[in-house]
Each structure stands twice: as structure tokens, then as C-alpha cells.
């Protein structure tokens, strides 16, 4: 399975940006990388994703290494509501599953 | 509704009783799974279906675990004989899309406690 590596926690302020970190080292060349978040009593939700170049929604920004092995979700401007576990997950070409580490379990603080 | 909807929400079963799981993927979405995620862990792959074709059901448990998806819309996960172990929530997703690249959509899912 596709086994990518992120920090157990992070804390952040409200209205500042976050970088959240996320280590694939195993990702090959045409496996593209998601990142997906769990709100309290709620279903994952999607984020973004992305296979080289850097990628950007309304939701954050994905930026990806040069070499591919790790990427890093940012929020531009943390609200509350963005407290949430994040997923990194990167998904083998071919592959219709999502695999899902741990997580990142996000706090922002008023 | 515009979501995936899952029924029920909360389900409590005494052990060894059988149950039943429902999800109303989106309309007109090719592709559903099902993922069980236990308390404070990610989510963990179950099965998948493309319409009503069974693709892959690597990821369940045991053969007390049983999923259809006979219409290509709705689903059902059914477990015989529950185990405490069994308790978690289950989680449905679907997505329009035969291809990987896209994104899936959750629902809330299904709280289940067997005591």
C-alpha cells in the first residue's frame, strides 16, 4: 500500500497560514497526491491534489517537491473551521482505493 | 439530497446479531466504496464497486462481511454474527469517475457499537 508520512499534530492561529508537511518516499512518477480532511463527526472531505507542478483552489495551495517525495498542504489564512484531521495520501496509478495514514490533527487557537 | 447519504446514522447491535448499512451514493456516480474507520484512527478500505461490478473486496475483514451494490446506485454493507470489534464508523464514498485522479465524496457515515 502507498504509505506516506505526516506529523501526529500541529497547532496554528487564527488568520495565519499553516504548512502542513507530508513525506512520500516511495511515490512514483504517475501516482498523483491527495489530501483529503476530517471535520469532527464528519465524513473525510477533499481537499486537493496534484502530480508535479503546484497546484492552487479556493480551498489551499499544494505545493510539491522538485523530487516528488514530500509536499506540503498550505492554508493561506487558518479560520476555526479548518480545525481537522488532515490526510496526505498518494494514489497508485490504476488504483480506484484511497489509503489513509494517521493524519495530521490540526488546532487553531482564537 | 446533493451528498452521500448513509443510514442510519447510529446503530447499536448486541452481539452476534446481523446488520444492515445503507448508502445512497450521488446520482449518477460510477464508482462507491466503503471504508471502516475505528476510534482515532484514518479510515481503512473496505470493498469497491464500478456500478454494480464488485472490483475489489480485499479490504474486508472476514467473510461475515458482506457488500452489493445490485442497481449500480445503492448499497448495502451487511455484517452477520457482530463483534465487539466490529464497532466503529463506516464510511461510504462515491465518485463520478472510473478514472483514480478525481475526487470521492463522503458521507458521514454510520456510528456502529456492539455491546
Known amino acids: 500500500d502507498a504509505k506516506t508520512t505526516q506529523p501526529n499534530s500541529m497547532e496554528s492561529n487564527e488568520e495565519e497560514p499553516v504548512h502542513l508537511p507530508c513525506n512520500h518516499s516511495?511515490?512514483?512518477?504517475?501516482?498523483?497526491i491527495h489530501w483529503y480532511r476530517q471535520l469532527p463527526s464528519q465524513g473525510p472531505e477533499y481537499v486537493i491534489h496534484g502530480l508535479t507542478s503546484n497546484v492552487n483552489n479556493r480551498m489551499a495551495s499544494l505545493a510539491i517537491a522538485e523530487d516528488r517525495k514530500s509536499s506540503t498542504l498550505i492554508l493561506h489564512r487558518a479560520t476555526l473551521r479548518d480545525a481537522a484531521v488532515y490526510y496526505c495520501i498518494y494514489k497508485i496509478q490504476g488504483a480506484q482505493k484511497l489509503v489513509f495514514g494517521q493524519g495530521t490533527r490540526l488546532t487553531i487557537n482564537p | 439530497g446533493a451528498g452521500v447519504s448513509q443510514s442510519p446514522r447510529y446503530k447499536v447491535a448486541k452481539r452476534g446479531q446481523d446488520v444492515a448499512l445503507r448508502c445512497d451514493p450521488i446520482s449518477g456516480h460510477v464508482s462507491l466504496f466503503w471504508y471502516q474507520q475505528a476510534l482515532g484512527q484514518g479510515p481503512e478500505f473496505l470493498t469497491y464497486f464500478q456500478n454494480e461490478a464488485q472490483l475489489d473486496k480485499s479490504g474486508l475483514p472476514s467473510d461475515r462481511f458482506f457488500a452489493e451494490r445490485p442497481e449500480g446506485s445503492v448499497s448495502t454493507l451487511k455484517i452477520q454474527r457482530t463483534q465487539q470489534e466490529d464497532s466503529a464508523v463506516y464510511l461510504c464514498a462515491s465518485s463520478p469517475w472510473r478514472v483514480s485522479n478525481t475526487e470521492a465524496f463522503f458521507g458521514q457515515g454510520t456510528r456502529l457499537t456492539v455491546v
Open positions: 516511495t511515490i512514483s512518477g504517475t501516482d498523483y
